[in-house]
Structure formats: C-alpha cells, structure tokens
C-alpha cells in the first residue's frame, strides 16, 4: 500500500517536471502569449524557414498542424473543436467543402499577390473565380524510374508497365482514385468514369498488372526508390523530384495516355478565429520570393509565374515538372466523385490489393 | 457488495458508460447508416455476401491466430525462465522497454533491416544464400507483428508464474516429481489465467493491424483493419466502417467465449 | 539442474538480442553522418546538436511523457477499483458482462476508437488539445489495466477476506491491508501496460488532438513524409537511455530497501520462493 501511494507521489512529481520543463522551454523561445495563428496542412509541405520568417515579419506565433489525407482533415475541420485559420486541401475536396458550407468566401480586397498567379490555374472549375480558394501548389501523378535498374527500356505509358519483365518491381502509392484511374487510362477512359462497366474493365485490366506490384505505399515509396529497393514507382512530382535530388539514375515521366493533374489550395475553414492572420499568410505565400524558396524546398510545382524567376533554370524547363500546353492538355483533374462512387472506387481497389 | 467500495467503483461505470457504451450505440445506429444517412441494413447484407469482406476477415483470423501463436511460444519459455532468474523484475523491465520506442521508428529500423541491402540480406548474402527479397512478404509482416505483440504476453504470463505460491513447486519436488512434471502438473495449469490474459491482449488487436500492413507487407496483407480505416479515413462511409467494428465486437466476445475462465469448484468464492 | 540453467539463460539472450536488434539499429543511425538510416558513412553528433536546437520538438517530447505518466496513473486508479468491482459483483452474468464491455475498446480498431472520441468529444464542445487526448488515452489505457488486475484477484486467498471480515476489520481496512497488497504485482503491470499503451499510440491521438497540441508518434507520423529524420532517432536513444536508466536505478533502490526490510522478516517476499 505504501509502496503504490509512494510510486504515484514519484510519477506525479515527474508528470510535474515535465510540465514545468515544457513550459520553461516555450518561455526561452519567447513565443508564449502571442497572437496565435492556427495553421492545418499536410506533412512537411512547408519550408519550416518560412514560417520562422512569417513569425518574425508578423509577430502572429504560428501553430502548424498536419494531416496526412484531405478526408482526415475534412473530418476534422467539419467537427470543429480546433479553430483552424487557415487549411490546404486539394481540389477535389474543395469542391466538396464549398458545397458543405465549411469553408469562408475569401474577400479578395484583402489579397495581394494574385496578379503573380499563372492564369491556367485561376477560375478552375472547382472553385470558379476563386471565391473561397487561393492556389499553393500543383503537381501531377507520373512514373519515376531508375535507368540504371531498368537496363534499356524505358517506360513512357501506363501500358509499358504491364511489361511481363517488369514482375514483382513497381511500387504503387497507396491511393484507390490514383490505382484505379491507371486502369481507366489504360483503356482511354476518363479518371472521374461514372460508369459501372467501364470502372469493371479498368479493375479486369488492373488484375493483369498486379504481378507487377511489389508493394502498395504511401511516402515511404521515396526511400525505397532512392536506396533502389524497386525499379519504377508511380508516384507524384514532388515526391519523384526529391529522389532525383538523391539519387541521379532516377526519372520521372508522364504517361502517353495522360495523367492526374492536382491542385491543392489554400482556403479558410469555417472554424476561422483569426481572419487578419490567415489574410496575412496567404499574402505572405503569394510573395515570389517566398513561393520560389517554398518550391524549391518541396518540389512540386508552383502555379506563382513570377516566382518562376526566381527558380533555377534547370527546374522551370523541365518539362516533367512544368510541362507544355500539349501535355497539360492530356491532364485530368479530379472531380469529386460523390459518396457512393468514392465508395465503388474503393472497394474495387480493396479488391485489387486482395488479389495477391 | 458494500458501499464504499461501489464508490470507489463509480468512475470506472462512469468510463464504462461514457466511453464504451456511448460509442458503441453510436457505431450501432451508424451501422444501420446508408450512404444517404437513412435506414438500411444494405451494410450487413454487404458484408455478409461480399467475397472480398468475408475472405479478409478469414485472412484476418489466419494471420491473428498465426501472430498469436508465435508470439505464445517465445514469450511462454521467456516468462518462465525468467521467474527463475535472480533479478528477475528487472529482466522483465529490460526485455518490455523496446516497446517504449515509437512504432513508426520501430517500423522504420524493420525496413532498413529486412530491405535488399540491409542487415539480413548482408548477412545471407556472407553465407552464400545471397539477399532474398524479405520486405513486403508475409513473413516479415509476422516477424514485425510478432515482435511488436511479445510484450503484451510476456507480461501477463510472467505475471501468473511468479504468483505461483513457491511451496506448492516445493512439495512437488519433495512428493519426487523432476523439474518436467512439477512444470507439467503444477506450473502450467496454475499459469493458464495469465495465458488467458495474454491472448486476450494479443490476439485482438491483431485481428485490425493497420500501420504493418503498410509499412511492412507493402499491402500484401489486408486485415479487417485495413477496410475499417479506409472506410472510417478515405471513403468515409461510417455506416460501413461501423458495421465491421460490430462484427469485430462480437469476433472478441466470441474470443472471450472460448478463452473464458472454466471454474470447477475452486473453494474461495 | 545447471545445464537446464544455461539453457535457460541462453534463451533469454537471444530474446533479449532480438528485441534489442532494431533498437540498436536506431541508435546506432543517429550517429551517421549520411542522414538516412540506410549507409553509414560516418560518425558524428550533429543530429543531436540539431535536436538541442528543436524547441518544439523537445516540448513535444516532454508532452508526451507527461501525458502517457498521468493517463496511466489515473487509467490504472479507475481500472484497479474497476477490476475490484467486477471481482466482487456477485452474480457471475454481471460479471461477464461488465468484462465484456471492459475488452471492447481493447478490440475496437485505433480508428473507430479516434473517430468515436472524436465525435464524443465535439458533441459536447470539448476542446480539442491537452485534455482531449488525455482523457482519450485513460479511456484506452483503463481495459489492459483490469485485464491485468483481475487475475490476480482471481488467485488471492478468499479466506484471508473472510477471516479479516470476522476479525473485525471493516471494509476498508480489507481494502487497504489485504487485497491491494495483494494484487500489487498486477497493479504495477498494469501501470506499464498503460503506460505502454499511451506512448504507443498513434491513431487515437492523431483524430482527438488539436490546438497544437501533439505527440511524438503524430509528429514523427506528420516528418515521416520526407523521411525520418536522425534528429528523431537522436531524441528516441535520449529518451531509451533515460528511461533504462530510471528502471534499473529505481529497482536497485528498491532492492536496498526491501534487503533492509528482510531482516525484518516479511511472510510476503518473493525472494525465497526463488532460490529455496
């Protein structure tokens, strides 16, 4: 009995400490107290040199937040509870959100910096005259990979992965729209396909290509290329133009049959506290300097045409990370799907990774 | 039984009441949940004749058994060699603090060991068998599961061989049993409670793995965990998602069922 | 005898390596220059010069630490009286019952449980932050608690109670002198298994948090898109070391003491039962 009570006075003593030593810690870093501004984004999509900046020219103390899929953060946000300022959700969940009422009619008045937007991706159809979203940054789906590993041959279409010389080597992101759509595009099929049959044939045609995967991931697809785990992965631009950085047999392609091509914005959640501090920010990450550095520091595609000045050379000609018109053209942006065929989509990816 | 004890009950009903039983009725109703938010039992009737629902759980059921298994029979001789060590609270101590390092971490080191040029394909490369690919395949899942689970049986099992009253093995040995009878008529059966617990805290959980399923077996393992989050994250079709968390309930109460304690007139109570 | 012996001991070595194995291999890539976990090309300290200077990082740490001690506390008070309650309510059906409902967020997938608080949590306009994620980690912690409170109950001598009771003691002196001495042991278990079991968690915290709010599982979850960073091992070998240290040195102490105890003689010393 003594023995209990005594090991719960220690615990709590050290629970104690460790408060004391949080707090004392926040003290040194002086930030404590200040005008705090809340911001919800995904993963390590932020120069953290950045947001020390943006702290240091505002004075707001930044809360920085991750999720790491739109829909978690689509849940958190519509519960409420945390009093996001400002989120980065992609395009398609946007859409959804206009439509739910969970994000706030940005006053553009505010704004400064739009005139620096590549037109192409202003006025989009998710969100037209964008009235509740302003662009970050923009990427596509493609294959990377490694010319070393792959002897010769190199893939240019959703069909050459198919290959029978490439069994157990293609590591897949873990994304039903992404795997499923390969299978529409493979047959010329539109990425947002409606239609029960053609969504049957792409998961058919999805069966053949399955002794070709060697795994299913998420972000870890980056290490495995770069240590040359796999040959090919079919990944994102940000993600591909990381591993090129690290390892330089490493390519990245867009697909003949076409492609996805993403944009995830920056809008205000309804559970906004700090209005001034969001506007602050989105002018902020408006500014070319600061979008280049961002850019620069994370490797997907800025839709900031003057910061692209500010880029170096080799990046804003590469055609894989900034491609033509023509083959923006080939592009496809996701729709949302609605429940049910988010649901379809699902379960025939579900039964695509239960084919093994 | 008496008052005062009843009190000192109370938050434990409390946390019953708010955090169990609230969210189950929650899951109930949301189980009875169509995509449009109306009343339906399409959920159930799905799941019951989808092949894909029914062979993941039966996949989910081999590979829980499986972990469990593995996880039994190193923790099993573990726990009672380490009941005759001297120091032995602290070997236990040591041998439970792995699982004090993050998961992800763990996962990660996993990688890096089991990967083409890692650690184990170096060493079978040394030997002449040369590298094998070990990530990403069933057995490394089970190794990683495995290795994650043996803390939450090691403990319980530990736990029930050292609360074995030590004249009872004494009078074992005066009575001429050797060291294997005296383990086979008195240890074994005397630690079957903690055994019990350590299923119990073994086996469910890797009935709905998730992160390992990724991370480790690339998703060539799909466990009942895998539909749940998708369904709970990515569609977000809770009606679904909840009905499989009711039929993983009622998976556990049958787990229970099997594992129950068997009384036969123990004097006491 | 002592052959079986060093069988004995030889198994426990090789389950103490392979559970060291992938611990050793962090700590050991927290000296590699390259900066990933996979070549090491050389020795050096700057992933921990680099963890000194992470501000928020260490406050993470500490945040975390504080939250798996308290829940695990609190989880193992409210589980020990819980795991009391069921072992005395009488009829054999409550008890199933109550042990049903105890198990069932043991089974309840990381995500139904988060998405479930989550929902609880906001229905009555709780805060997202500090408390949510405590609370949500006693809730999870409390069933491994009685799981490994009860069987100890179970094995305790029903006579004791029942000669103490006519000796005169009232409940509480039962309480207090016979069953908490007695199921100790499983007390203990149970607070390391909550412990565990909060500094494990990955998937309940990610959906309750909020307010900037976070642990170290959900920070590393959210850097693990550029890879993890050795900072990270840096702060997982401090953290390990810490922690071992504090275990091995509290349980030396508490071998001074109970040799000094000894001399007084206590009937309930495990020792002997050890080495008669």
Sequence with gaps: MKKLINLSLVIIGLTTTAFLGGRYIEQAQGTSGADVFHLYNWGDYIDSDLIEQFEEETGYRVVYETFDSNEAMYTKVQQGGTGYDLAIPSEYMIERMIEEDLVVELEHSRIEGLEHIDPDFLDLNFDPGNRYSIPYFWGTLGIAYNEDLLEGFEPESWEDLYRPELADSILMIDGAREVIGIGLQTLGYSLNSRDSSELQQAADQLTELSPNIKALVADEIKMYMIQEEAAIAVTYSGEAADMMWENESIVYILPEEGSNLWFDNMVIPHTVQNEEAAYAFINFMLDPEIAAQNADYIGYSTPNQTAMDYLPEETVEDEQFYPSQDMMDNLEVYEDLGLEYTGIYNDLFLEFKMIK | ?269 | ?276
């Design chain 3, 1 to 276: 005898m002592t052959k079986n012996k060093n069988w004995a001991k030889l198994y426990l070595f090789v389950v103490f390596i392979l559970l060291y194995t992938p611990i050793a291999y962090l700590i050991y890539y927290s000296f590699n220059e390259a900066g990933t976990m996979n070549q090491f090309s050389g020795f050096t300290l700057e992933h921990y010069a680099a963890l000194a200077e992470d501000s928020r990082l260490l406050i993470i740490a500490l945040d975390t630490i504080r939250v798996a001690l308290l829940s695990a506390l609190i989880a193992t008070v409210i589980g020990t009286f819980g795991a009391i309650g069921i072992y005395f309510s009488r009829r054999r059906q409550t008890q199933n019952m109550l042990l049903s409902l105890n198990n069932i967020l043991l089974v309840s997938p990381d995500v139904i449980i988060g998405a479930s608080f989550l929902l609880l949590f906001t229905l009555v306009g709780f805060q997202l932050g500090f408390y949510s994620v405590l609370l949500s980690h006693i809730a999870f912690s409390i069933p491994i608690v009685v799981l490994m409170v009860l069987p100890r109950l179970e094995e305790m001598n029903g006579n004791m109670i029942t000669a103490a009771r006519d000796l005169g003691a009232n409940h509480l002196q039962v309480l207090k002198e016979i069953i908490l001495p007695s199921i100790t042991p499983g007390i203990l278990a149970g607070y390391f298994m909550a412990f565990t079991y909060s500094i494990d968690d990955f998937a309940v915290t990610f959906f309750v948090t909020g307010n900037g709010f976070a642990t170290l599982s959900v920070e590393i979850y959210s850097r693990a898109r550029q890879g993890v960073s050795l900072e990270i091992n840096a702060l997982s070998t401090i953290l390990f070391l810490v922690a071992f240290s504090l275990v091995a040195g509290y349980y030396f102490i508490q071998q001074q003491r109970t040799r000094q105890k000894l001399a007084h003689m206590d009937p309930t010393n495990h020792e002997k039962a050890v080495t008669p």
């Design chain 2, 1 to 269: 039984m008496t008052r005062q004890r009843k009190l000192l009950s109370i938050p434990y009903y409390l946390w019953i009441v708010l955090f169990v039983v609230f969210p189950v009725l929650l899951l109930l109703v949301q189980s009875f949940r169509g995509l449009d938010g109306s009343f339906t039992l399409t959920n159930i009737q799905t799941y019951f004749t989808s092949q894909v629902y029914l062979t993941m759980t039966m996949q989910s059921f081999l590979y829980a058994f499986l972990i469990t298994v593995l996880t039994l029979a190193i923790s099993y001789p573990a726990a009672y060699f380490l009941t005759q060590t001297k120091h032995k609270q602290l070997w236990l101590l040591i041998l439970i603090l792995p699982t004090w390092m993050n998961i992800l971490l763990k996962a990660y080191a996993f990688i890096g060991i089991l990967s083409q040029t890692g650690f184990v394909n170096q060493l079978l490369d040394n030997i002449g068998i040369g590298a094998q690919p070990l990530l990403f395949t069933r057995l490394s899942f089970l190794i990683v599961a495995t290795y994650i689970e043996i803390p939450f049986m090691l403990l319980p099992v530990f736990n029930a061989i050292d609360e074995i009253d030590g004249s009872m093995v004494l009078a074992s040995r005066d009575l001429g049993a050797n060291e294997w009878q005296t383990f086979r008529s008195v240890i074994f059966p005397m630690s079957l409670s903690g055994v019990r617990s350590g299923i119990q805290a073994v086996f469910i959980p890797s009935l709905s793995l998730f992160m390992l399923t990724r991370l480790i077996a690339g998703n060539r393992v799909i466990t009942l965990g895998t539909a749940i989050e998708q369904n709970f994250l990515v569609t977000q079709n809770w009606g679904m998602g909840s009905t499989m968390g009711i039929i993983l309930i009622l998976i556990m109460f049958a787990v229970m069922y099997v594992t129950r304690k068997r009384r036969k007139g123990v004097p006491g109570r």
